[in-house]
């Protein structure tokens, strides 16, 4: 996906899976949502993004993933966005796990191939033996898993994550933050890259680098706990 940047960005950033350039988007009843948004991610990992309503974070993710298209400004992705968003219940359409996830797959796979990955990426996300089980017997935590399996049987490599654990338990926040961090750090022969909007600053101590964002611009890429430390 190019978007706006054409083939001059991408020779620029060969070898960075996402760049912005100088980015801007208002929506139709004026309210500036970026302006002038400029950053890249360096490498797979886990990056996350912190920021009040109003920042610009979803309209952020809307634009990487697809949905809009920016106004101005440069945008390059060589990667396949996949949005997961806080509440699971919007991801999940079908009444079982193994069922649900059918749908991530790409065609043309038999029974015993289709069988293979559904239970690889239920393993992937701690659902192990889940490919029969009912949706609703789900916890809230468990259905925001069986999400991330959907994304990565699309074989999506950029995991868009907007809030993710906002309706979750402690322990099921932790739970999907351990997992996403496993994923984007071990998955050597496939990278993954994982861009995650919180609220919560504890979770920036889960990630490889986090930046604040303010009035529709993101800031450079430190440390989760540098970010907690100037919050604070």
Avoid at 82 to 100: E, F, K, R, T, W
Avoid at 135 to 161: D, F, V, W, Y
Avoid at 188 to 209: F, M, Q, S, V
């Amino acid at each position: 996906m190019l978007g706006k940047a054409h083939k001059s960005l991408g020779a620029k950033y060969l070898g960075h899976g996402l760049v912005l350039e100088n980015i801007s988007f208002s929506w139709k009843a004026g309210n500036k949502a970026l302006e002038n948004c400029t950053f890249s991610i360096p490498r797979p990992g886990l990056w996350m993004i912190v920021g009040g309503n109003g920042s610009g974070k979803s309209t952020l993710f809307r634009l990487i993933s697809g949905i809009i298209e920016p106004q101005s400004g440069q945008m390059f992705c060589s990667l396949k966005p996949a949005l997961m968003l806080q509440n699971p219940d919007h991801h999940l359409l079908l009444p079982s796990c193994g069922s649900d996830l059918l749908l991530s797959l790409p065609l043309g796979l038999n029974a015993i191939e289709r069988n293979k990955k559904i239970n690889f990426a239920l393993e992937q996300v701690g659902l192990k033996d889940f490919a029969d089980r009912p949706i609703h017997t789900l916890s809230g935590g468990q259905k925001q898993r069986l999400a991330l399996a959907g994304a990565l049987l699309s074989q999506s490599n950029l995991l868009l994550l907007d809030e993710p654990t906002a309706l979750l338990d402690p322990l099921s926040q932790k739970s999907i933050l351990k997992i996403v961090r496993k994923i984007s750090r071990e998955s050597n022969k496939k990278p993954i890259t994982a861009l995650w909007i919180t609220h919560r600053l504890e979770e920036l101590t889960y990630c490889d680098g986090a930046a604040i964002m303010r009035q529709g611009q993101l800031g450079q890429w430190s440390s989760g706990e540098k970010i907690i430390s100037k919050l604070n």
